[in-house]
């Protein structure tokens, strides 16, 4: 328990100095966001709008304390500001447009990746020498070190150009209106397969050739010697002693990808004109928006500590030695 404790208290200074970093970033930059709103309106706005707007981006006159303050009472009260890209929206309902659609993206993608490449990786290490371990960890090794742009375009140019057998690009049929219909879901499913389907393709490689590698070093291990001697199950062996104790390593890499799956697959999202949070990046640097890249990092830097802090309590249960030092 203290060790949960003393890591969630390093968390949350890392998270101060993050939301902080957020905040300082932006000022050290020339102009504000409501300044270049006014130039893209050109003028129309009336210098008390413009004082207005300024205030309701965190840009208020005032020394830097002041707006520190005011940045962390809108942060606590859920406001991240008005995106200026999309004004006169606010940024957490244009982040909200494209976290669903990025979750279902590469979240899935992440957990199929990691569950099939973990449990391969576990079996070429336990039957090494057979056909899963000679052909499948150079194969998937090959296409893992391919540019991934590449790979996407490849993909979508066979199979969505050629072939048609997937659609071209978003997230569903232009046509459709969003709704829980199941007409909508198949559509929906439809348009992700390509995308999802070729993160998975690159990924595999790297949960695979992980799990075989500290597997086939653990194999050879005393307390593996030790549970032969004993006489237990295989099966026993293999999951409980030595798959169990593999896995450690591929738990802290899964929790850095779950993490950085809120930043988006950047480069798959604009391949295939996906609407979620990578796309909504890109559109925010070419904006200089700086209220929608500032509440993104926020969203990323967030996950991604919140993600490791899962990782740390899943290796509490996963390891007894931590639990003996903690």
Partial sequence: MRYVLRRLALYA???WASVTLGFVLPRLMPGDPATMLLARLRGKLSPA??????????????SILRQYVTYWRHLLHGDLGLSVAYFPVPVGEVIG?????TLALAGSALLVSFSLGTLFGALAAWRRGGWLDSVLPPALALLGAVPYFWLAMLAL???GHVLRWFP??????LERE????PSFILDVARHAALPALTLVVATLGTWMLGMRNTMVALLDADFIKLAWAKGLPPRQI????AARNALLPNVTGFGMALGFVLSGSLLTEIVFSYP???????QAVRNKDYALMQGLFLLITLAVLAANFLVDVTYVWLDPRTRAHA
């Fill in 13 to 15: 200074v890392a998270a």
């Fill in 157 to 159: 140019l066979v199979f």
């Fill in 238 to 241: 293999m999951l409980r002693y």
């Fill in 276 to 282: 979620g949070l990578g796309y909504l990046l890109v």
């Fill in 97 to 101: 447009t494209g976290l669903l659609w």
């Fill in 49 to 62: 709008a413009l004082t207005a707007m300024r205030d309701a981006l965190g840009f208020a006159d005032g």
């Fill in 168 to 173: 071209l690009g978003h997230a569903y049929s």
């Fill in 178 to 181: 969003p709704s829980w219909s």
